[in-house]
């Protein structure tokens, strides 16, 4: 009888002396080490945190926890959620090695653990929500809110310390990007179900990621603010509000991730998440579609749903590679949007197949005719399409009657769809519509698994048949999701282009797309100014150029989508070799931690406008790209403020070449990116100085290239004690033009012609290739 009382006085004593127990030693504090600086402390008596980073302003105290559940709030701030345990020890993930600590609650007739990992070779700490008995009566009646709450943490401080970049919306949580200043009254942060990862960073780039680590489509973050602005208040962890049971030992986690520098620690965080769940670049690196151009047709190209006057699609679509390949452009897919399958309630699909309106021959005849493969988008299911055992199809789905849409939960289905588009040379199939596929069922609201069953037949079917996947239209938790899924393997990170729109900004959504191992994709662009008779009125392109420099620099999908006849043949080959393989950098252009600092302090801390960077990393050596387009001031701009870290001390230049040559490598040496818009952008190439015997040179590359010196062009650079060869890689045929700064003599241009298999080694002193 002795040990009951005493742990029910102990428990009363918590709710009417949390600060005498805290002053008792009621806290509990994990070790940082080396790798791990974070922090943090555990207050046993009320489960909560307080979490900094030393030298940082990075510090955050947790807010209550909560669990509904039987349709009952349980929480700590009232005492009904009850602490009946504690527990804590070491162990191990495929994260690292961690120090734990859980707490185990009675939440009405469910019990509910908490628990802290706290990784000793990792700078990260995982939040854990388990279910050992399951709970149901989980509902808060809010899709929007979270009906669990751990880790929560609170909005407090002042102005002016720490700062915020939120992904949201949809397109890979690109579409609706929030930043702004953390503290006590921050509001936009992206919230609920189209949420996503959160970043804070304080004004020395000293960064937290927080995420989703498990579970991603049953996860939200919910920003509960006060007052009618919804300020302040809190950030929530936990499962999507209108979940309304959750299965026994469900465990959901929750990752913040510490490092120094914006881009930095995303890429840390994606690559953790990648690594938990075994995604890889490698099917990335080697997709089909993001390696060479093709031809588009998606909303903002010439020919959506619009032909050619007078003809069908079937035609159109004969035509236009009829024109590019006569006037050389070598495409080597072609992508067909939602215009040519049957579509049934509220524009879903109905049958993912072709109307013989559009291709009366056949999606086969049409693949023959063209000869080239097939990228192929899709939307939401209608709730009457045919392949569903409700209207007198063959396979499992759900269909609602309150809804428009209808869920597939068949795998017999994914994988019989996908057998026959392999007979039509379907080799990237595009999802677009994620977010309203997800949002408009009750179903996949209010369930912890059907989202994730969704994401994964479809993935596993994909895989299974060779296909990639394109996710268009993807909430976070869609994008968080895809690191589960190989086969996902690009996405879209902006909105729908239009001849002129402003869709081109990517440099901050293209950063979560990388440290996930997907390519983002820029979609669609005119590569020509005026493009008569388009479906899109009197609307131009004014800045083409930018257009195919920004997809080119993705390292995504590059997709021009003109008119027969409409083509700038000389742009469009700027982005890629003589048989239409991409001449990308070694990875996606990302905007720079200070153009986010900027946009979220609105100090004069960054540039104001678009600073992005990039590099190709070939044999040890680094060249360096500077983007900067719609720059309101002038921005000075150096090797580590470009995110290029240690590099060999080199030049910056832009076309033309002199007079703008600038030393460029250290922290000191700085390029000035002038004011611009969009039409006169400047693109800077950095290329380091290399030390021969008798000489220095500086390989500048390809001068009619957006890329100049591009892995896929330059395999290998071998350098001599006096003398310098290049691997080079293209077409049978190609000509490859290769400049150089050399010693005293300047500029050295030398002109390759590549062999029946494709490759040339260049002879720098010999000026000649063999
Ligand atoms: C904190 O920063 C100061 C100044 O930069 C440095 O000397 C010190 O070693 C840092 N301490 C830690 C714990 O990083
Ligand atoms: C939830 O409901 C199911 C079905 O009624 C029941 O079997 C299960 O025990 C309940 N779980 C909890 C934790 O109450
Ligand atoms: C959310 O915020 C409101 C207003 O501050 C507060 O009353 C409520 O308790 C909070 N809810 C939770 C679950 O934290
Ligand atoms: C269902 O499958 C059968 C056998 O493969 C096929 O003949 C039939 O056309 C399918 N039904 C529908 C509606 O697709
Ligand atoms: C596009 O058409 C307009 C109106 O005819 C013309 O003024 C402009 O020069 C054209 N631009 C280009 C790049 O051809
Ligand atoms: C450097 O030395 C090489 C090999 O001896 C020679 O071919 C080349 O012309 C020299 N270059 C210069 C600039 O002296």
């Known amino acids: 009888m002795i040990l009951p009382l005493l742990l029910?006085?102990?428990?009363?004593?918590?709710?009417?002396?949390?600060?005498?127990?805290?002053?008792?030693?009621?806290?509990?504090?994990?070790?940082?080490?080396?790798?791990?600086?974070?922090?943090l402390v555990v207050n046993q008596a009320t489960g909560g945190f307080k979490l900094d980073v030393p030298n940082s302003s990075l510090n955050f105290n947790s807010a209550e926890i909560f669990f509904q559940v039987s349709g009952k709030l349980y929480r700590t701030a009232d005492g009904s959620l009850k602490k009946t345990n504690i527990d804590d020890g070491l162990g191990k993930d495929t994260l690292g090695k961690y120090q734990y600590k859980s707490i185990l609650w009675q939440a009405g007739g469910a019990r509910v653990e908490t628990y802290y990992r706290y990784y000793t070779d990792v700078p990260a700490v995982v939040f854990g929500q388990h279910f050992p008995d399951g709970a149901n009566?989980?509902?808060?009646?809010?899709?929007?809110?979270?009906?669990?709450?751990?880790?929560?943490?609170?909005?407090?401080?002042?102005?002016?310390?720490?700062a915020y970049l939120s992904f949201g919306g949809n397109m890979f949580g690109g579409a609706s990007i929030g930043?702004?200043?953390?503290?006590?009254?921050?509001?936009?942060?992206?919230?609920?179900?189209?949420?996503?990862?959160?970043?804070?960073?304080?004004?020395?780039?000293?960064?937290?990621?927080?995420?989703?680590?498990?579970?991603?489509?049953?996860?939200?973050?919910?920003?509960?603010?006060?007052?009618?602005?919804?300020?302040?208040?809190?950030?929530?962890?936990?499962?999507?509000?209108?979940?309304?049971?959750?299965?026994?030992?469900?465990?959901?986690?929750?990752?913040?991730?510490?490092?120094?520098?914006?881009?930095?620690?995303?890429h840390e965080w994606g690559g953790a998440l990648m690594r938990q769940y075994g995604k890889t670049r490698a099917r990335t690196e080697s997709d089909f579609s993001s390696n060479y151009i093709g031809?588009?047709?998606?909303?903002?190209?010439?020919?959506?749903?619009?032909?050619?006057?007078?003809?069908?699609?079937?035609?159109?679509?004969?035509?236009?590679?009829?024109?590019?390949?006569?006037?050389g452009i070598p495409y080597r897919y072609l992508q067909l949007d939602s215009w040519w399958y049957y579509k049934g309630v509220a524009g879903g699909v109905k049958t993912w197949d072709a109307r013989p309106d559009v291709f009366p021959s056949g999606l086969r005849a049409l693949y023959e005719k063209i000869g080239l493969p097939i990228v192929a988008h899709n939307r939401?299911?209608?709730?009457?399409?045919?392949?569903?055992?409700?209207?007198?199809?063959?396979?499992?789905?759900?269909?609602?009657?309150?809804?428009?849409?209808?869920?597939?939960?068949?795998?017999?289905?994914?994988?019989?769809?996908?057998?026959?588009?392999?007979?039509?040379?379907?080799?990237?199939?595009?999802?677009?519509?994620?977010?309203?596929?997800?949002?408009?069922?009750?179903?996949?609201?209010?369930?912890?698994?059907?989202?994730?069953?969704?994401?994964?037949?479809?993935?596993?079917?994909?895989?299974?048949?060779?296909?990639?996947?394109?996710?268009?239209?993807?909430?976070?938790?869609?994008?968080l999701q895809s690191v589960q899924i190989p086969a996902v393997t690009q996405a879209r990170v902006s909105g729908d282009y239009h001849p002129g729109n402003e869709q081109w900004r990517i440099g901050i959504g293209s950063i979560m797309a990388h440290a996930l191992g997907v390519r983002p994709f820029k979609d669609t662009f005119w590569s020509t100014t005026n493009q008569t008779g388009s479906p899109y009125g009197h609307a131009t392109e004014p800045y083409p150029r930018l257009q195919a420099a920004v997809a080119t620099l993705s390292a995504g999908p590059v997709g021009p989508s003109d008119m027969v006849k409409g083509a700038d043949v000389n742009l469009i080959m700027r982005s890629c070799n003589a048989e239409g393989l991409l001449l990308?950098?070694?990875?996606?252009?990302?905007?720079?931690?200070?153009?986010?600092?900027?946009?979220?302090?609105?100090?004069?801390?960054?540039?104001?406008?678009?600073?992005?960077?990039?590099y190709s990393d070939i044999a040890g050596l680094r060249f360096g790209i500077?983007?900067?387009?719609d720059l309101q001031a002038d921005w000075n701009i150096n090797a580590v403020t470009a995110g290029f870290g240690e590099m060999m001390l080199g030049m910056a230049f832009t076309w033309p070449l002199t007079p703008s040559m600038t030393p460029f490598g250290t922290a000191t040496e700085n390029l000035l990116l002038k004011q611009c818009g969009k039409d006169d952008f400047a693109v800077w190439y950095t290329s380091p100085f290399l030390t021969l015997q008798n000489q220095t040179a500086m390989i500048i590359g390809e001068t009619d290239k957006w890329v100049p010196v591009s892995p896929q062009r330059v395999k290998n650079i071998l350098m001599f004690d006096s003398n310098l060869e290049l691997s080079l890689a293209g077409a049978p045929g190609e000509t490859v033009?290769?400049?150089?700064?050399?010693?005293?003599?300047?500029?050295?241009?030398i002109k390759c012609v590549l062999n029946e298999a494709g490759t040339a080694t260049l002879n720098l002193n010999k000026e000649a290739c063999y």
């Not at 500077?626 to 387009?629: K, P, Q, T, Y």
């Not at 033009?737 to 241009?749: N, P």
């Open 584 to 614: 990308k950098p070694s990875r996606p252009a990302t905007a720079i931690d200070l153009q986010i600092a900027q946009k979220a302090f609105q100090l004069d801390m960054g540039p104001k406008g678009e600073v992005w960077t990039t």
């Open 626 to 629: 500077i983007l900067a387009a």
């Open 8 to 39: 029910s006085l102990w428990s009363t004593m918590e709710h009417v002396f949390p600060l005498l127990l805290t002053w008792l030693g009621a806290v509990a504090a994990f070790s940082p080490t080396d790798t791990n600086p974070i922090n």
């Open 179 to 266: 930043a702004g200043e953390w503290y006590y009254q921050t509001t936009g942060i992206r919230s609920g179900i189209t949420g996503g990862p959160l970043v804070v960073f304080d004004r020395n780039l000293n960064t937290v990621v927080l995420s989703p680590f498990s579970e991603f489509m049953a996860a939200s973050v919910w920003h509960n603010g006060t007052g009618s602005g919804g300020y302040g208040g809190e950030v929530n962890y936990g499962i999507m509000g209108d979940v309304e049971n959750i299965p026994p030992n469900f465990d959901y986690q929750t990752i913040l991730y510490y490092d120094k520098g914006i881009n930095q620690a995303l």
């Open 295 to 327: 031809y588009w047709t998606d909303n903002g190209a010439y020919y959506y749903y619009h032909t050619e006057s007078g003809k069908n699609y079937e035609d159109t679509m004969v035509d236009v590679m009829a024109y590019t390949k006569e006037a």
């Open 737 to 749: 033009t290769m400049s150089f700064m050399v010693g005293a003599k300047g500029l050295v241009e």
């Open 137 to 162: 009566g989980t509902s808060v009646g809010n899709p929007d809110h979270t009906c669990t709450g751990f880790p929560t943490i609170a909005l407090e401080g002042q102005a002016g310390l720490l």
């Open 380 to 479: 939401y299911w209608a709730k009457d399409t045919t392949y569903a055992k409700q209207n007198g199809g063959n396979y499992s789905f759900i269909v609602e009657k309150q809804s428009t849409l209808s869920i597939p939960i068949d795998m017999t289905f994914w994988d019989d769809l996908f057998t026959q588009s392999a007979e039509w040379g379907l080799i990237v199939y595009e999802q677009d519509w994620l977010d309203v596929e997800f949002k408009g069922l009750k179903a996949t609201l209010s369930s912890t698994s059907l989202g994730k069953q969704w994401l994964m037949q479809f993935g596993q079917a994909a895989s299974s048949h060779d296909l990639n996947i394109q996710y268009c239209m993807a909430n976070p938790r869609h994008a």
